[in-house]
Structures are given as structure tokens and as C-alpha cells.
């Protein structure tokens, strides 16, 4: 039995999804996807087990969480929205699991934006001007004091008094510059690991794109916020420029930031650190930098409803593309060799073929290697259940024609890939 059980909650979400991608390989860790949502994260990853739950405001939902953690002997749920930390801190003492979340007293405060900046402010951190009646007819800019990422977050061009009256709304000074996210690490010695990246472009509050930022003002604002607050565990806060290029505090978030692989691009696995410190580890992080820049985008990803018994794949525009090999297909056909399945060459190659896939170091791949003299044909060595991946519309067509087959180009080898 696994030495932890984690559950991620909801796993399904882009936070969930980069908490599993972090953990998937540990192999003392069994991890669990809980979503309200199953779309088939278990086949993307490594070992995960996906469990449905009703949304986490609907009856039965708590009830649901804890007959899991029990089924499964769950020893961790991490928790990777703010408000499914807010939901599950408060009922932290209901849990048998350890919750890998901030004391509860932190993800209230810094679920509202206005105590967060009131304390900011009062430990010598830069925070925008939260503006009242006397800055009636200025702009501004206004957001919920307990909303999530840029929901409900607009410009006013003209505040009127129902803007600057809304006990619910928090208005601030207009922050025109670059913005900035610095994820942090912290146990209850100080801080393990801090970096600061560019918001470049943003897509749903979510940065995809932007550079490291090394800038000593951003490492002061976490050293004070860390000072004010003994935080624990993952959390990050945001920065924008103000007029005059000074960085000033938008908010603090107790969560994984939602392009929190940037950090693991440089050797910090924020997630299995979070873990080690729950569980009252010490820890240490020595980053590598490799990049300066990160880009996200969403990745299109099938699940297939086949099993095959044996695949068979051409060499020439299918293995082999332009003189490389095709990762996506290399990486495909290793998995389904991990799971039992047949792997074939089938091939007309001209020229020595074994020497071939000897060159590119893949002969360790191939469970046989059919070299087609002149006027044979593929599909006479083929068989129903089987995939045949080749480049050639018509012999995928006399394929089908003649076995209960599937047929595929390498067109395909990236939703093959990502969907083993």
C-alpha cells in the first residue's frame, strides 16, 4: 500500500490538472482525481484513480468527499481553487484527512481583498488607494472583496456613488503598468522558494504566457508578507505598476497559481514540497533555471473507446517524418508496449531496414519487424482488433475493407500520445 493517499479536489480543474502532473510519478504516492466533472483524467495520467462528486455547493457533496477519503484511505485532499479551500477549511476538524491548506484564520483573510490590503499596507507594502465617496466622478477599478480570479473585476471610467457605497465591492486607483505573479513556498521557518513571473497574456485570469521576473522589491514584499502571517505551505500574490512603475499589491491567494508549472520547469516541485511540509518535513528547493520564458496553451486531448491487441505501423511519413522521429508516435506505441499490446512494423521500406530503426535506437520497441518485398500487401499480414497507423489514405482504406481494423495517420499521433 502506498505510504499517502492524496486526493485532489477538484482534479479535473487546470490547477488539479498540474497537482497531478506533479505527483504522478512519486512512487509513494497514490493520487486521486474528485471532480464534479469525470473526463477521463485518469487515462492522462500515471496511476490516478478518478471518483465523480456532486458540485461542491450541492447537497451530499461533503457526505460524498468523506465516504471516499474513507473507501480509499485517503491521508491527503488537496484542495486547488480558493473555493474549495474556503469550503474545506472550514470544515477542517470534520476531515480525518490532512487538509494541505493554510490555517483556516489565513484563507479568510486573504479570501477578502480589502483586509488583505489593509494589512498589506500596515506591514509597509505598496497597495493601490482604495478610493471612497470623495473620488466620485474619477476612474477606478472595481472588483468583488470576495471574488475569484477576474470575476466581477472591471475598469469604471466614472465612478458613481453605487460603485464607492457597495459594502460588497472593493474599488481602487487604476493600476496601469505590468503585472506580476510571484508564487511562494513557505514552512514555518521562513520562506523555501520564491519566484516572480510576468503576466504577458492572460486568458480567463489565467497568465499563458510571460518571463521571470528577479526583482529584490518583489522578494522584500514576500519576506513581510510571510512576517505578518507565519503562512505555510503554497500560496502567491500579484503585483501591477502603478503610474509611476512602482510594483503595489493586488491580492494574496492561499492556492496553486494556475501556470504553477513554470516553477517545475526549474526543478521546484511546488506540490510534492506543500506535501512534505504538511506532513511537518523540512524542506529545500535549489532551482535550475533552463528558460526565461513560459507559454501555456490548451492541449486537445481524446479518449479512445478502442483496445487493440496488436498495432501495426509503417516506417517511411509515419515513424520517421522529415529524417526525425515522430516523439508523439515513439511515445504512443512505448505506452501501449507498457500495457501488453503487440507492436509491429510493417513496412516497404527501400533500403536495410533493421539498420533503420537500429540508427534511430528503437529496435527494443518492435515486437517484429515485417519487411514487404515488391507486391505484397500490408493488410495481408494484419488481423481484426488490430490499429494500423500509415500515412497512405488507400492502404489505411484496404485495411478497413478487409478487417474489423482501425486505421489511422500520424496526423493523429499527438491525440494518440495524449490520450494513452
Known amino acids: 500500500m502506498k505510504e499517502r493517499v492524496v486526493a485532489v479536489f477538484p482534479g479535473t480543474s487546470e490547477n488539479g490538472l498540474e497537482v497531478l502532473r506533479s505527483l504522478q510519478f512519486e512512487k509513494n504516492i497514490q493520487l486521486i ?56 477549511a472550514q470544515r477542517r476538524n470534520d476531515i480525518s484527512a490532512c487538509l494541505i491548506a493554510p ?16 494589512l498589506a499596507k500596515g506591514i509597509g507594502v505598496h497597495t493601490p488607494r482604495i478610493l471612497s465617496l470623495k473620488d466620485l466622478g474619477g476612474n477606478g477599478y472595481r472588483k468583488p472583496v470576495n471574488g475569484f480570479g477576474a470575476q466581477g473585476a472591471y475598469y469604471i471610467e466614472r ?74 505551505g503554497i500560496w502567491f500574490f ?55 520564458t513560459y507559454v501555456r496553451h490548451l492541449a486537445f486531448k481524446a479518449v479512445f473507446i478502442n483496445e487493440w491487441r496488436v498495432i501495426f505501423v509503417d516506417w517511411d511519413d509515419t515513424m520517421v517524418v522529415n529524417g526525425r522521429l515522430n516523439k508523439y508516435l515513439v511515445g504512443f506505441l512505448f505506452m501501449e508496449k507498457s500495457r501488453g499490446v503487440d507492436i509491429k512494423l510493417l513496412s516497404k521500406h527501400l533500403g536495410d531496414l533493421d539498420s533503420e530503426v537500429l540508427r534511430f535506437g528503437i529496435t527494443g520497441l518492435f515486437d517484429e519487424i515485417i519487411h514487404l518485398e515488391e507486391g505484397q500487401k500490408k493488410e495481408e499480414f494484419m488481423c481484426d482488433g488490430c490499429l494500423f497507423i500509415d500515412d497512405s489514405f488507400s492502404q489505411r482504406n484496404a485495411a478497413m475493407a478487409r478487417w474489423n481494423c482501425t486505421a489511422l495517420g500520424p496526423d493523429m499521433s499527438d491525440l494518440l500520445f495524449y490520450g494513452s
Open 238 to 292: 500579484q503585483m501591477r505598476r502603478d503610474a509611476q512603475g512602482k510594483w503595489s499589491l493586488l491580492e494574496v491567494d492561499c492556492r496553486v497559481a494556475g501556470s504553477m508549472g513554470w516553477s517545475r520547469s526549474q526543478g521546484v516541485n511546488l506540490p510534492k514540497l506543500a506535501l512534505w511540509i504538511s506532513d511537518g518535513l523540512k524542506v529545500e528547493a535549489r532551482p535550475v533555471r533552463i528558460s526565461n
Open 33 to 88: 482525481s474528485l471532480s464534479s466533472a469525470t473526463d477521463g483524467a485518469d487515462r492522462f495520467f500515471n496511476g490516478v484513480i478518478c471518483r465523480k462528486v456532486p458540485l461542491i455547493k450541492d447537497y451530499g457533496f461533503f457526505e460524498r468527499l468523506k465516504d471516499i477519503a474513507n473507501s480509499f484511505g485517503v491521508t491527503h485532499i488537496f484542495p486547488v481553487t480558493s473555493y474549495a479551500i474556503e469550503f474545506l
Open 103 to 118: 490555517r483556516t484564520s489565513l484563507v479568510d483573510l486573504f479570501a477578502d481583498k480589502r483586509q488583505t490590503l489593509l
Open 159 to 232: 465612478l458613481t456613488e453605487s460603485d464607492l457605497n457597495d459594502e460588497n465591492i472593493l474599488v481602487t486607483e487604476f493600476l496601469p503598468g505590468e503585472e506580476c505573479t510571484v508564487e511562494v513556498l513557505s514552512d514555518s521557518e521562513g520562506i523555501v522558494f520564491l519566484t516572480g513571473r510576468s503576466r504577458s497574456k492572460i486568458r480567463m485570469g489565467t497568465a499563458v504566457a510571460g518571463r521571470v521576473l528577479d526583482d529584490a522589491y518583489l522578494r522584500e514584499v514576500g519576506l513581510l508578507l510571510w512576517a505578518a502571517t507565519k503562512i505555510q
